[in-house]
């Protein structure tokens, strides 16, 4: 939700982690999309069959089960034809289909981190799904608040939820045990994380206490938002004019401060946080805040883990939610009723569940939890149990056109107190007057 290393069961993570020039994506777009199958312009062949373009940003496994789930798609709905070609992997996914939609040639579906969504439909040719969520099998109400909440702009049903995660602090057990300290517990707090992060740190064994990227970019700011929400601040005030953390920023932000004068977190210094995670699975990290994207690689590493839910302020258990969407785009009826089938069929328990075994998240509904195939795989995957119960006071980022300034904005005010050269006040105030000039963006 959605930034670590490249391995089976999902695309790269975590939000705005973006690469790659306007002109080059707008060429390969082009590109992609003129070897589609000889259709008609409207997608409907001269046998009725339609054919619908996805773009579905996954790469490895988790490419391998969406390309599984057409293929059962296709023969339950033979009338229906989906082209997985053409795309990009989730990272560059904002800047293909944006270049897609200034060139007027752009896939039916296409897989939108949530921090992007509200950019993207603001185009006319994204469909507007309000109406149809509330019709058919559609398991909406029975979606997770999260799941729900960010797919939803201005009111307005803007797109499917494709992916559900919650962060929550995985534990290198071998690192507690050669540290003597205990595991932490539910209901611990952040004065209990900084002084455990320090007493796990070790400059004579290269070990460190935990872990943050260090780029700057939304995989550095998400891990934030619980604190600020969890003292009383938001991402952005009630007014809609300016940011809502100007009072809670600074004290999460002591958080982080203490961390880096205690030289008991690794800063990653690289896109995706690979090396953070290698950090952690060679046993020179105690502490990961990440989310169950990450427990193929411990598993398939036999790392002996431990999962416990985010520490807090107040003792009240409260997390992040960072849901990814399905974007649909217009071109045609035929097409457009063809991928909101597709996409709905995704979202159902039984296709939903296989999903989320195989790619590496969250159920998206209760129904989807209740399925048989779902409940063996968290009773066997330690710690699952942590993030599907952390879902439920999960909150997500706002879906507002500006959350990627500021997001930038806080960033960069994240790396100047990790890196010493602004005090939190100091960082905040920078950030808040970049970020409350991006809120005059209409919404």
Known sequence: MTAVPRAPGRPTRRGVLRAGGVGALAAAAGGALSGCAADTASGVGADGRVTIQMWHGQNDTAAKVMKNLAAEFERAHPK?????????????????????????????????????????????????????????????????????????????????????????????????????????????????????????????????????????????????????????????????????????????????????????????PKPGSEQLDQVFLSDRMGMSLSAPWALPDIVQAKLDYHVVPMPTFSRRPVTISGPDTWVLFDNGEARAKAAYEFASWLTQPTQDSRWDIEAGSLPLSRRSEDRPAWREHAARTPGMSVFTEAVTSARVRPVHPAYPRLSRSLGQAIIAVLLGRKSPAAAVRSCAEESNAALLIPR
């Open 80 to 268: 229906i034809r989906v082209d997985m070609g053409g795309g990009v992997l989730a990272d560059t996914m904002l800047q293909k289909v944006t270049a897609a939609l200034a060139s007027g040639s752009y896939p039916d579906i296409a897989y939108i981190f949530g921090s992007d969504l509200a950019n993207v439909a603001r185009s006319p040719q994204v469909v507007d799904l309000t109406e149809k969520v509330h019709r058919g099998p559609m398991p909406w109400r029975n979606f997770h608040a999260p799941a729900r909440e960010a797919v939803t702009v201005n009111g307005k049903v803007r797109a499917l939820p494709a992916l559900l995660d919650a962060m929550a602090v995985i534990c290198n057990k071998k690192v507690f045990a050669d540290a003597g300290v205990d595991l932490p517990k539910p209901g611990w707090t952040w004065d209990e994380f900084t002084d455990i992060a320090r007493r796990l740190t070790s400059p004579a064994k290269g070990r460190f206490g935990t872990g943050w990227p260090g780029t700057g970019d939304e995989d550095t700011v998400w891990r934030l938002w619980p604190m600020v929400w969890d003292l009383g601040g938001d991402v952005i005030a009630e007014d809609g004019k300016s940011i809502g953390f100007e009072k809670a920023g600074p004290r999460a932000l002591e958080v982080l401060k203490r961390l880096a004068d205690d030289k008991s977190v690794y800063i990653d």
